[in-house]
């Protein structure tokens, strides 16, 4: 068992293992990631202007590493698929 800095069992250490392996997992299952900067690519838009449509809850992302991740399936060819913002905005608050 994981110990924490004043020497005593960590009750939470199983459950954030859990967590980095469901997170991994689901990092997998979501496919290829894409860049803020692909992403403005791909839209022709500015980053700056992706980072508000993610803000707005119209683009979904997943942060890693202090950088944001948006998965591809959201997009179709240099447009975000009908219904996305739809499906956001649903969740309400809460992390899909």
């Not at 005593?8 to 803020?36: H, N």
């Not at 219904?83 to 899909?96: E, F, N, R, S, W």
Request: neutral net charge; proline residues 5%; aromatic residues 6%.
């Amino acid at each position: 068992m994981t110990t924490n800095p004043s020497g005593r069992a960590d009750p939470f250490a199983a459950a954030i293992a859990r967590s980095a392996g469901v997170r991994q997992k689901l990092t997998v299952m979501a496919g290829v990631m894409l860049t803020d900067a692909e992403v403005a690519d791909r839209l022709a838009v500015t980053p700056r202007a992706v980072v508000k449509l993610r803000e707005h809850k119209e683009l979904r992302a997943v942060e890693r590493n202090a950088i944001w991740l948006y998965p591809a399936f959201q997009f179709d060819n240099e447009d975000v698929h009908a219904g996305i913002k739809q499906v956001l905005c649903a969740y309400d608050g809460h992390d899909p």
